[in-house]
C-alpha cells in the first residue's frame, strides 16, 4: 500500500467516525464500565487542531487555577505540529488522533476517556484566569444543574468551557455532535455541544453570563465569562482554514471575520486578562 493509498484508507476511517459514531460506541461501551470507578476531581478535555499560537495560553491557565491533581486530556486532531511537547512540559495527557475527525467528535472522545467524576471541555483558544474559574462552573452540578456552560447568543452552553459529571455524559449518552439535516444544513442551527443543551432542558442548564468583550459586540469575537474565562471565537478557522466564511458568516462585515483581526483580539486580550496580570 502506498502512501495515497495509506491517506485514502485513513480519510475513510474518518468519515465513518465522523459521521456514523462508531468510535464513540465503543468509547462509550467501554466508559460505562468505569462508572463505578470514577475518581474524586475534574478531567479538563481540550479539543485541538493547529491551535499552537493558543493552547500554550490554556494549559498555563488550568496549571497556574488549578492544583496538581487536575488532569488534562488534549484531543488533537492531527495538527501539523505535534503538541506532545507542549503537553509534557504541563503533564497533559496526548491523545493524537489519525485525521482531522472535528472539534466535535474530539470532545465526544475526550469526554467519554474521563475517569473522574466531573468533567469539563474548554477550548485552546480559551483561558481561565481566576482562582473561582473551576467552582463557578462545578458548584451549580451541585445544585440541581446537568450541565454548566458559557453565554451563546441562542441560550445554550456553549462548549468553549462547559462542565458536567461524568456520569451525566455517559449514561444521558450525550454528545457533541450537531444534529445535521437530510439535506446537509444545521437543523434547527445546532451547533457542536447545543444539543447537550436542548436535551437537558432549560431547567438544568446553568449559563455562566458574558461580562467583557474585545470587539466582541453580538459576534463573541472575544468574550470573558463569569469574570473567570476568556475565549477568543473562531481563532483556528480564522487562521488555518482557506476560508473563514463558515456557518454563514460574511468575513467583510464589521472588519469581524479576519485572521488579523483574531490576533489582534487575541493579543489585546493577553494585555488585559493573560499571563502578565496573574499574581
Known amino acids: 500500500m502506498d502512501v495515497l493509498d495509506r491517506f485514502r484508507e485513513v480519510k475513510r476511517v474518518a468519515v465513518l467516525v465522523e459521521r456514523f459514531g462508531l468510535l464513540q460506541s465503543v468509547l462509550r ?3 460505562r464500565r468505569r462508572l463505578r470507578r470514577l475518581r474524586p476531581g475534574v478531567t479538563i478535555v481540550i479539543a485541538t487542531w493547529n491551535s499552537d499560537e ?4 490554556a494549559l498555563k491557565g488550568i496549571r497556574r487555577f488549578t492544583d496538581a491533581t487536575t488532569q488534562i486530556l488534549v484531543v488533537d486532531n492531527h495538527s501539523d505540529v505535534n503538541p506532545r511537547p507542549l503537553c509534557d512540559l504541563f503533564s497533559a495527557r496526548l491523545i493524537r488522533l489519525p ?21 469539563m471541555s474548554l477550548d485552546a483558544d480559551a483561558f481561565p484566569f481566576s482562582e473561582s474559574w473551576l467552582p463557578t462552573f462545578l458548584e451549580p452540578l451541585g445544585k440541581g444543574f446537568d450541565v454548566v456552560g458559557c453565554e451563546c447568543a441562542r441560550e445554550y452552553a456553549h462548549p468553549c468551557c462547559l462542565a458536567m459529571r461524568t456520569e451525566t455524559f455517559v449514561s444521558g449518552r450525550h454528545t457533541f455532535r450537531a444534529q445535521e ?9 445546532n451547533d457542536v455541544g447545543e444539543l447537550i443543551s436542548r436535551r437537558a432542558g432549560p431547567d438544568r442548564v446553568a449559563i455562566v453570563p458574558k461580562t467583557d468583550s474585545v470587539h466582541g459586540g453580538e459576534w463573541f469575537v472575544g468574550a470573558t465569562f463569569g469574570d473567570v474565562v476568556y475565549h477568543n471565537a473562531y481563532s483556528s478557522r480564522h487562521l488555518h482554514l482557506p476560508s473563514p466564511n463558515s456557518d454563514g458568516l460574511d468575513p467583510s462585515e464589521d472588519f469581524v471575520m ?3 483581526f483574531a ?12 499571563p ?3 499574581h
Open 29 to 31: 461501551l467501554q466508559s
Open 54 to 57: 493558543f493552547l500554550p495560553i
Open 99 to 119: 485525521a482531522n475527525l472535528r472539534h466535535s467528535v474530539a470532545l465526544d472522545i475526550g469526554f467519554l476517556l474521563s475517569s473522574t467524576e466531573y468533567v
Open 181 to 189: 439535516s437530510q439535506d446537509g444544513g444545521h437543523e434547527g442551527w
Open 258 to 260: 479576519t485572521r488579523h
Open 263 to 274: 490576533l489582534d483580539t487575541w493579543n489585546e486580550a493577553l494585555g488585559r486578562w493573560g
Open 276 to 278: 502578565a496580570t496573574w
